[in-house]
Nanobody
């Protein structure tokens, strides 16, 4: 399995970005998917996750109401729509795939099945 994330960039506070993560080499619909982020000097943290069918989503409190995770099982892609961005959202964003949604939700970063390579998001004030 390979995950390829893209869509990062530099925006001003209040702006929007949409991250995409393309999945290949496995059965996409068998995996829960998630987004994590890591700021300089900080550990990687959970952002959002979505179930196999897309019917269940979880968000960390600091992005609720601003970010939306979605997936397109026909395109083997997961998205993270980020609105109302803040400077504290600046980080490298990673997509992840795991057979267990609960593992993504509790942020078990050391045992997640697969990681993408990360995409940089920079929000200026």
């Amino acid at each position: 399995v390979q995950l390829q994330a893209c869509g990062g960039g530099s925006v001003q506070a209040g702006g929007s970005l949409r991250l995409s993560c393309a999945f290949s080499g496995g059965a996409f619909s068998s995996y829960a998917l998630g987004w994590f982020r890591q700021a300089p000097g900080k550990k990687r943290e959970f952002v959002a996750a979505i179930s196999w069918t897309g019917s269940i989503t979880y968000y960390e409190d600091f992005v609720k109401g601003r970010f939306t995770i979605s997936r397109d099982n026909a395109k083997n892609t997961v998205y993270l729509q980020m609105n109302s961005l803040k400077p504290e959202d600046t980080a490298v964003y990673y997509c992840a795939a795991d057979g267990q949604l609960s593992k993504l939700r509790r942020g078990a970063i050391h045992t997640v099945d697969y990681w993408g390579q990360g995409t940089q998001v920079t929000v200026s004030s």
